[in-house]
């Protein structure tokens, strides 16, 4: 299992996509809402999160997590771009892991599977 997509298509494939991931970041960063420290700034980051569903559901459970417990236990506050950053990051690898890397290896062990029992069948 590698990081790096085998087949040329998933490899354009991943590209793009963490081509568009790297977009939504700059137009994140770029918002005026940002600077005012505004939550409205994140909504940039919502194709991405769809991009990325299943895991990257996951991925904005996490920071929710991580946040209650660093309020809960020290009383910090994530200011906007360190939200914006550890979210877009979390998006961006469980995405590309996601479609990138698990997928196709699912497929293949698939494949593999079912290769191995039809040929067990036909051998009768």
């Known amino acids: 299992m590698t990081l790096i997509p085998r087949h040329p298509v998933l490899r354009v494939a991943a590209t793009a996509w963490l081509l568009v991931a790297v977009v939504l970041l700059v137009m994140t960063l770029l918002r005026p809402e940002i600077e005012a420290d505004e939550r409205a700034a994140l909504a940039t980051l919502v194709p991405l999160y769809f991009l990325s569903f299943p895991l990257g559901h996951v991925g904005v459970m996490a920071l929710s997590r991580l ?26 690898v469980l995405g590309l892991l996601q479609w990138f890397v698990l997928l196709p290896w699912i497929a293949r062990k698939a494949r593999q599977a079912t290769d191995f029992l039809f040929r067990r069948f036909f051998a009768r």
């Open 67 to 92: 946040k209650i417990e660093l309020y809960a236990g020290s009383g910090y506050v994530l200011g906007i771009h360190e939200e914006g950053l550890l979210l877009w990051l979390a998006l961006t």
